[in-house]
Each structure stands twice: as structure tokens, then as C-alpha cells.
């Protein structure tokens, strides 16, 4: 049976050096998650090599170590290829008939694993400084924590899923796709349109560029106060879309294209499904949207008295590019709740009763 590849690094005696600083960076749960991931595991060695200083801050040695892990899986090697890190900057590979390198470290080996692959290199690979572009946080940037909404009539309690850890308190991270993760609290995700089946978990913090990512899901808008790296008229300070708050991780439904290591929305839309599992439906409140500057219908299916399925629909306000709104949807027993996108939108976080 294949192992994550977290559980490599964890029995690999010559990449325990690696395993501990991974964990203490609090990286290892997302090696442990779907992927699928690269990851480029320098050897005991390679640290002993780079004479790693012991008082070597924190961020700078995440920043190391999230040069070495690539979004998605790379196989097989191609002379030449380039790929952006969850650092920011990009690796280039280089294979000809005498050698195999990233950068400028030898590939020695390659384990294959159940969610990506890893290549031991002899080498730690050094990120440039500064990065190319704002780089990507691995980790699930600064959010204000869901808050305990006071039971309703039925006397369930509300509970806010913003997408930043799962229903065991599993932080989730970027790149991310999502299904069962909220299965606990009666929440199924899926889609139709884009790349798969499943939504993706988009970092609103670290949105990229336009040609890497999409600056339109950034939050904050760079017009509030502080700034940010949202772009668009309709999130700035004082629109009604205003946005200006850490939205932290959004759903999308990603895009199909040459860089599906970055998250990025479809820009023909699709349909994130929210499949609300136990007996009777679920109450749902709302639920949070960003970058609405195309119609986006929500359509909600819920049981009746009766026993029955109907079904409403709600035409989303059009508040502009990188907007931010919260869509009431207040309804009992709801059974399917699907967010219907027109072109590229986000969904921030949903409150129902679990």
C-alpha cells in the first residue's frame, strides 16, 4: 500500500532531518492530505551540507521549506519544465542523459505516494529573495475564528464552516480539493464545471497575479485601510461590495488550464453543491460570496411537511469585481443547496445547523 508522503518523511531514516523541520513548520498535515503533491526531500545530508544555523527565524525557514513542494504531481521529468513553489518562485528541472536536477541539486531517488511523489535530492534548494511574486502561504492565513451562533427555534446550534480546518479541527490548506471534510456536520461538496468534481480551496490572501492566480478573489481590497490584495471597483472602501476583511479560504471551482498547480477560479463558471445528508434537511442562515460581477443564482431544495422536495431560487446582487456580500438563505429542512456560477466567484463560508 502507497503512504503519504508525509508518513515517508516520518520512515525514511535519511530524511528525519526534513520530517522534523516539516513538523515543526506545522506542514506535515497538509503532506498528509489528498495532494496530489511534489515534493523535493533534500537528504540528512544536503542540511548537514547547508550548515543550517540553529537561530535561523522561524518564517525563514518555512519560506525553505515550501520552496520544495510543488501542487501537483510531476511525473514523468522534462528537461526544461518550470513550476511554481508554495513559496512563490519557481524550480526549473533539468534532465539529460548524465543527470537529473532541480535547480541545482541532484535527484538521487524517487518514492511514489499515495497522494503525489518524492524526489530525494542532495541538495537544499535555496529560494531566490525576494520572491518573484507575492508568494502563496502554505498554511491558512489569518481569519477571524467562526463564532457560536445562538441556537434557533428548533434548538439546534448554528455552526460556521469557513473552510480553514475540518470537522475534527484539521487545518486545510490550499490547492486543496474538499468533499467529506464537513461529513460530521451533515456537509457534502461537490461541482460540475472546471476541472473534476469537487470544489477547490482558494487562498484569498495570497491570490496571485492575473497571469498566476486571480488578484479578483483577493481580500482584502487594496483601497481599505492597510490594503491588501484584492483588485477590483467593487470591494473597495465604502461600496456596497465592500471588502475588507481576511476572508481567508474560499471555495471555487477550479479552472482547467497550464498552470492547474495554481488555484484559480473557472472563468466559465460551474456549480459548487452543498448536499445537506441528514434525515429531514438541514437549517441553513447563509452563506458568504466574493468577486460576484456576473449573475450567480443560489437554488435551494428543501422537504416539505409533506414529505415532498421543492425547490427556490435567488438571484445574487451584482456588486462588482472583488465585492464581498453575505446572501441570507434562512430556510429549514434544506436538503440540496447549489451556488450557480455564471463565470468566476467564490464562496467564503456557510452557517447552518449542524
Keep these: 500500500m502507497l503512504r503519504t508522503i508525509a508518513k515517508i518523511l516520518a520512515d525514511e531514516a535519511n530524511l528525519s532531518t526534513l520530517y522534523s523541520l516539516v513538523d515543526g ?33 522561524a518564517d525563514v525557514i518555512e519560506s525553505v521549506l515550501l520552496y520544495h513542494v510543488v501542487d501537483q504531481l510531476i511525473a514523468p521529468l522534462k528537461d526544461g519544465e518550470i513550476y511554481i513553489t508554495f513559496n512563490g518562485a519557481t524550480v526549473e528541472l533539468t534532465v539529460t542523459a548524465t543527470e537529473i536536477k532541480v ?9 511514489l505516494a499515495s497522494n503525489g511523489i518524492v524526489y530525494v ?5 535555496i529560494p531566490p529573495s525576494p520572491p518573484t511574486r507575492a508568494p502563496p502561504t502554505f ?20 455552526t460556521t464552516v469557513d473552510f480553514s480546518k475540518d470537522d475534527n479541527g484539521k487545518k486545510l490548506y490550499r490547492g486543496e480539493y474538499v468533499k467529506n471534510h464537513w461529513s460530521d456536520y451533515g456537509l457534502v461538496l461537490g461541482s460540475t464545471g472546471g476541472y473534476g468534481n469537487l470544489p477547490r480551496l482558494f487562498d484569498t490572501a495570497n491570490p496571485g497575479t492575473i497571469e498566476a492566480g486571480d488578484p479578483d478573489l483577493g481580500a482584502p481590497n487594496q483601497d481599505c485601510i492597510g ?3 484584492g483588485i477590483g471597483d467593487g470591494g473597495k472602501r465604502g461600496k456596497p461590495g465592500e471588502n475588507c476583511e481576511p476572508q481567508g479560504l474560499a471555495l471555487i471551482i477550479q479552472e482547467v488550464n497550464d498552470q492547474m498547480n495554481i488555484p484559480d477560479d473557472n472563468v466559465d463558471g460551474g456549480v459548487i453543491i452543498m448536499d445537506f445528508t441528514k434525515p ?11 468577486d460576484v460581477d456576473d449573475p450567480v443564482d443560489i437554488v435551494v431544495e428543501y422537504e416539505t411537511n409533506s414529505g415532498s422536495i421543492s425547490k427556490r431560487t ?15 438563505i434562512d430556510q429549514d429542512n434544506v436538503k440540496w443547496l447549489k451556488v450557480k456560477l455564471t463565470r468566476s466567484a467564490a464562496v467564503t463560508f456557510i452557517t447552518f445547523c449542524k
Excluded: H, M, R, W
Excluded at 429531514?280 to 466574493?290: A, T
Excluded at 456588486?319 to 453575505?326: F, K
Design 25 to 57: 513548520a506545522g506542514l506535515l498535515p497538509a503532506l498528509d492530505g489528498n495532494g496530489p503533491l511534489t515534493l523535493f526531500a533534500p537528504t540528512n545530508q544536503a542540511f548537514v551540507n547547508l550548515g543550517l544555523d540553529p537561530n535561523t527565524p
Design 103 to 111: 535547480n541545482v541539486a541532484n535527484i538521487e531517488d524517487s518514492i
Design 121 to 125: 535530492i542532495d541538495a537544499v534548494l
Design 139 to 158: 498554511a491558512v492565513p489569518t481569519k477571524a475564528p467562526p463564532t457560536p451562533v445562538p441556537p434557533t427555534d428548533g434548538g439546534c446550534t448554528l
Design 227 to 229: 490594503g491588501g490584495p
Design 280 to 290: 429531514g434537511g438541514q437549517y441553513v442562515k447563509e452563506l458568504g460570496l466574493l
Design 314 to 328: 435567488t438571484s445574487v446582487n451584482i456588486l462588482g469585481e472583488n465585492s464581498y456580500q453575505v446572501v441570507e
